[in-house]
């Protein structure tokens, strides 16, 4: 049906368009590691240009907002093989959306402290950093459950897609081993930041499968 190719190729450019978005909001400095962030570091970065600072969160945000979008649509799409898994894989979406739309919000309260921390002095730099320090570290755990959503979300509705056959297979198995190991690699870094090695494999992967699936979706 016309209206079913319509939304596939929605779902796809979605894909393509979160991943261009966040590109572009990382490219503008709006970069969240999961290791830990020198909050000096980060005050002096966004005084160095705070409008293209504001410019990468409003990219993230744009980025984030998407998720709720493709979200939806996949289960507009792919309900009818097994709605279970299908909500199951939005409820998952749609949470990591949330989560991470809110830390892009809460970034402009960095944008307040670099201003002031760049008149400050003494005491009150201490202060503001300190301030800062906690911000990050609350940020750095969203995102790392953020992803931790993405990986189960993705997996979800990867099950779906082998059980019925839903897309092409092989790309279906690129999605299963790519969310497996983000899946192992979200969950070891959320209590073991130390240990990367998953979450530093499976994450790239997860890009390559949406970028294949985007591609695939679209044309």
Request: aromatic share 12%; charged share 15%; no cysteine.
């Amino acid at each position: 049906m016309a209206s079913e190719t319509v939304v596939m190729n929605l779902i796809g450019f979605l894909y393509l368009f979160i991943l261009g978005t966040n590109a572009a909001s990382v490219g503008l400095g709006n970069r969240i590691d999961v290791g830990e962030v020198d909050a000096v570091e980060k005050l002096q970065t966004i005084n160095e240009n705070p409008n293209k600072f504001q410019q990468s969160i409003i990219a993230a945000l744009i980025s984030h907002f998407s998720i709720l979008a493709i979200a939806g649509m996949l289960f507009l799409a792919f309900n009818k093989y097994n709605t279970i898994l299908a909500l199951i894989g939005t409820i998952f979406r749609v949470g990591e959306g949330i989560i991470l739309s809110y830390n892009e919000i809460e970034s402009y309260t960095l944008l307040n402290l670099a201003k002031e921390y760049a008149i400050a002095n003494g005491t009150d730099k201490l202060t503001l950093t300190s301030s800062t320090g906690k911000i990050l570290q609350k940020k750095n755990i969203r995102f790392k459950f953020g992803l931790n959503l993405l990986a189960f979300g993705t997996l979800a509705y990867i099950i779906l897609f082998l059980a019925y056959e839903a897309i092409v297979i092989p790309i279906a198995w690129l999605g299963f081993v790519a969310s497996v190991l983000s899946v192992i690699g979200t969950v070891i870094i959320l209590t073991k930041p130390d240990i990367e090695i998953w979450y530093k494999i499976g994450l790239p992967l997860m890009m390559l499968f949406e970028i294949t699936f985007g591609i695939w979706l679209l044309f």
